[in-house]
């Protein structure tokens, strides 16, 4: 995270694909179509990213310092080298976190207001 980041509440509340693009690159590097696919998969297709809203999200993200491109392929051999591969960045990583407590804050709020069911334990 570099000095001139404002806190990562500060870029709160994320939009929808921002968040899933971060969770989506959480765990590994990711081209924009793999990214796609990821975000489609997780959601079980509720959610389903154009390539407009993918790059125009991923543009946003590497000015803010939530994703960095990376030049290292998994596989160079098998990879088309036009694809970009992009990871998450601590800065990224924390303002993922705050946006899931912030979320996490809202459902503690609906459920108290009865819009959500209390889960049985």
């Known amino acids: 995270?570099?000095?001139?980041?404002?806190?990562?509440?500060h870029l709160l509340p994320l939009p929808s694909a921002t968040?899933?693009?971060?969770?989506a690159v959480a765990?590994?590097?990711?081209?924009?179509?793999?990214?796609?696919?990821?975000?489609?998969?997780?959601?079980?297709?509720?959610?389903?990213?154009?390539?407009?809203?993918?790059?125009?999200s991923i543009q946003r993200m590497l000015e803010q310092e939530l994703i960095v491109e990376v030049h290292e392929r998994p596989a160079p051999e098998l990879d088309d080298e036009r694809r970009r591969y992009y990871r998450i960045t601590k800065y990224g990583t924390?303002?993922?976190?705050?946006?899931?407590?912030?979320?996490?804050g809202l459902v503690r709020l609906a459920r108290a207001s009865g819009f959500v069911p209390r889960s049985a334990s």
């Open 1 to 9: 995270m570099s000095d001139h980041n404002p806190a990562p509440e």
């Open 94 to 104: 924390a303002v993922a976190r705050a946006e899931g407590r912030r979320l996490q």
């Open 27 to 56: 765990d590994e590097d990711r081209h924009g179509y793999a990214i796609i696919q990821e975000i489609a998969a997780r959601t079980d297709g509720a959610l389903r990213l154009s390539a407009g809203t993918l790059y125009r």
């Open 19 to 23: 968040f899933h693009i971060l969770m």
